[in-house]
Structures are given as C-alpha cells and as structure tokens.
C-alpha cells in the first residue's frame, strides 16, 4: 500500500470537512484506493481548540508546510489570493504537490504557475468530478461547448424568487441568513465566483490560456420576479449560466442570466445545487450535477485529488505547455435569442413604435406578451422573445427604443441560451 503524507493550510469548512472524511472513511478509500493518508501537519492564521486534528502537528504560520519534511503534498484552503498564491507558488518550486480548492489564484494567476504536481478539481463545481471527467472520461471527445450553473447562491436565490415570488433583496437577506450568501454577497451575485470557475473550464476544455479578463460577466441584481413570471409564461426558466462555445471566430465566453427552455434538464436543476452540461463529438451532451459548494461536498473533491496524487504523481490537471491561441470573442460579436421587457405607457400605438425600431435593426420576433394596464393612462409591459440576432444590433435597437417617449424605464434583456 502506498503511503502518502499530507499538510493541510487552513481549518475552515473545507479544511474540517476534509479533516473529517479522511477519519471516518480511511477503511473505504485505503480499500478502493490502495493508498494510505497520513496526516502529518495543520497550519491555520488562529487555531481551532474544538476541532480534532487526529494527531497532527499544529501552527499558526502555514510557510512552516514548506519547511516539514515529511509532507508530501500541501493541501492549501485558506482561499484568497495573496498568501494562498505565495504559499502554492513556493510549495511547487520545493518539489512538493499541491491540491487546491482556490478558484480564484487559478483563474486570476494559473499561467503562471507551474502545472506539473497541481491539482485543482475542488476549485471548480464542489463534489462534482468535472475536471476528471476532462482527464479520464471525456478524453478522446473534442468539445464544442459547455454551459452550466456553477454557483450555488445564485441559483438557490433564483430558484426561491420563482417558487414564491419574492424579490431580490428579501431573498438576499435571506440567503445571508442560512449562510448561503457572504455579507458582501458581490463575489456571487455579481458573477465573479462563476467566471472564474468558467475560466478554468475553458483552459481545460479547449485547451487556452487562463484568461478571465476576457470572460463577459453579468450578476442577478436586476432579475425581478416579474422577469421570472413571463419567462415562465414563454415556457422557460431563468437561470444563472456560465456558457462556452466554440465557433469558427473563436469563443464566446460569458456568464450572465439566461432563459433555458423547460425542455432542457438544466432548467430543474434548483437550490444550491450546481449542473455542468459538456457537448462533445463522440459522447454527444452529458450533464454533470451535484452539490457545487459546502465543506463535504468539497471535501470530496479534495480527498479524490489527494489520491489522485499519490496514484498519478507526474499527471497534471491539463497540460501548460499546450494552450492554443484562440481568440475569445467580445460580447458585442455573439449572436443570441433575447427576452425584451419593455416598460411603456399604455397608449395606442407604442406597440407599433416599438416593432417598427425592431425592425429597423433586423430584428425578427418569435413571441410577444402584452398585458392590459389596469389603470387610465397606466403603464404596461410589452414583453418580446427575438430570433437570433448578434448582441451589438441588439445594443442599438435598445438605445433607440429607451430614447422613446413613451418608454418608462430601462428595458430588461435576458439572452436566451443557445441550442447546443
């Protein structure tokens, strides 16, 4: 049996849940992997008296991994970017293999880390073995796109805004309250969690470099349950999406709110739970789902990389060396079906202003919604669903239809997701 010795930095949820599946299922993984972990050191900025660290040594300066001979592998979950990348940079450069949950120094910096002995699946859709399914069991399959809700909060504040009509900011707070969402909820809502997640997605699937200054980003914020409603109406339902695909321009790269028809099984994917569909040539579409975050849903993929490590030391999580250049296109260059929510007064002929500015900008229809106002010289939604069309057209027409008189407000656009 192989032996394997390990130091863990931090004592967060992760950390403890790691911690805790390493003790209570040792049996299983040394029968089913044939390697035993042993844990020789915990090092964490503040101790934690209450948690049982099985022996470990402990300290409060996680460089003291660097320096313990007998670790063999860093398992870094302190998160952030500047110690966690200092400490994973100097533990790759003393020869020693690093298992990582941190999302964000890989996105942001992994070109400039060293790929051999890095392994990183817990970074990426919590217990979902979605960066081996890349390694082992898609990998005779080229990709042509992959689309996914890969954060929890999103689409567990989604998920509740349809089911009971709430709006954003009372389901926030709630979110806030169970935990799901940080008392600075930007990271999630705002969509920098799930792009950075896509970035490390679109280096291994298709082979680039990390590159999540060219991700197009868009949170939730303005999602209403009004938006949820008429989407449910159209007979789609609004969901938070990371989606890559691959054209003969490159490839688009985004993550914003988009209508995904009832039809699609993503579309059921509710809660906290995260779901990765991949496209390929011979496996043809294959959904991946799980719980995307939590420390023993994380646990999990951290555990599964330790082993990892110790059966395949020299394999990487995508090789470097490789990256291609391919271009990835701007926003304003995709082309999409849209939802149009588009707030007017209710008078006669609005309607046709309207369409008449669509049309002027090739803007074809595919379905309309018109409700009555309830009140004399009241407003009225004019809700559209498009054909394809590409977003910078789309960019005109709405400039021209919020320069009308008779539109009230700024008009809601919701890309629809693309038919893969």
């Given at each position: 049996m192989?032996t ?5 930095a ?9 911690l ?10 040394e029968?089913r992997?044939g390697?035993s972990v042993?844990?020789?050191r915990?090092?964490s900025?503040s101790a934690k008296?209450d948690?049982?660290?099985h ?9 003291d991994l660097?320096?313990d001979?007998?670790?063999d592998v860093i398992v870094?979950l ?9 400490l994973?940079?100097?533990?790759l ?23 051999q002995?890095?392994?990183?699946e ?8 979605i ?10 399959n080229?990709f ?22 709430v709006d954003?900011?009372a ?10 969402a ?5 990271f999630?809502v705002d969509g ?14 298709f082979?680039?470099?990390?590159e ?28 938070h ?7 003969a321009d490159g490839i688009?790269a985004r993550?914003?709110p988009t209508?995904v028809?009832q039809?699609e099984l ?6 906290v ?8 040539d ?5 959904l ?8 023993a849903a994380?646990?999990?993929?951290v ?11 020299e394999?990487?999580?995508g090789?470097s ?6 271009p990835?296109?701007?926003i ?8 149009l ?5 209710d ?6 202003e ?10 074809n ?7 009555d106002?309830h009140?004399?010289?009241g ?5 559209i ?19 009308l008189?008779?539109?009230t ?7 629809v997701a693309?038919?893969?």
């Amino acid at each position: 049996m192989k032996t394997l010795s390990i130091g863990i930095a931090g004592l967060g949820t992760v950390a403890q849940g790691v911690l805790t599946l390493l003790a209570s299922n040792r049996a299983l993984i040394e029968q089913r992997s044939g390697v035993s972990v042993n844990l020789v050191r915990v090092a964490s900025r503040s101790a934690k008296p209450d948690v049982d660290l099985h022996g470990a040594d402990f300290s409060t300066d996680v460089m003291d991994l660097l320096s313990d001979p007998r670790v063999d592998v860093i398992v870094e979950l302190i998160g952030g970017e500047t110690l966690a990348k200092e400490l994973i940079v100097a533990a790759l450069n003393n020869g020693k293999a690093v298992v990582t949950a941190n999302k964000a120094v890989i996105a942001l910096h992994g070109n400039e880390l060293p790929r051999q002995r890095l392994r990183f699946e817990a970074a990426v859709a919590g217990a979902i073995p979605i960066i081996q399914a890349f390694q082992y069991g898609l990998v005779a399959n080229q990709f042509s796109a992959l689309s996914g809700i890969i954060n929890g909060t999103c689409n567990y504040m989604l998920s509740a805004m349809e089911s009971e009509g709430v709006d954003f900011d009372a389901i926030l707070e709630r979110a806030q309250a169970l935990g799901y969402a940080e008392a600075d909820p930007s990271f999630d809502v705002d969509g920098i969690d799930a792009a950075h997640k896509l970035t490390i997605l679109m280096a291994l699937a298709f082979g680039t470099d990390f590159e999540f200054d060219k991700v197009y980003v868009e949170g939730i914020r303005a999602i209403t349950p009004k938006d949820i409603s008429y989407a449910t109406e159209l007979g789609y339902r609004i969901k938070h999406l990371g989606i890559l695909r691959s054209n003969a321009d490159g490839i688009e790269a985004r993550v914003h709110p988009t209508l995904v028809a009832q039809s699609e099984l993503v579309a059921h994917v509710n809660g906290v739970l995260n779901a990765v569909q991949v496209v390929s040539d011979a496996a043809g579409k294959t959904l991946f789902s799980g719980p995307g975050a939590g420390g023993a849903a994380t646990a999990s993929a951290v555990v599964a990389d330790i082993i990892a490590t110790a059966l395949h030391p020299e394999q990487t999580a995508g090789d470097s060396s490789s990256s291609r250049p391919i271009p990835i296109m701007p926003i304003e260059k995709i082309s999409s079906a849209y939802y149009l929510r588009i707030p007017t007064r209710d008078e006669p002929g609005v309607f046709a202003e309207v369409t008449q500015i669509l049309s002027s900008h090739n803007i074809n229809l595919d379905a309309v919604i018109q409700k009555d106002s309830h009140a004399q010289g009241g407003s009225v939604d004019i809700v559209i669903l498009t054909e394809d069309i590409q977003e910078a057209q789309m960019h005109e027409a709405l400039a021209q239809l919020e320069a009308l008189a008779t539109v009230t407000a700024p008009v809601m656009r919701i890309r629809v997701a693309p038919q893969d």
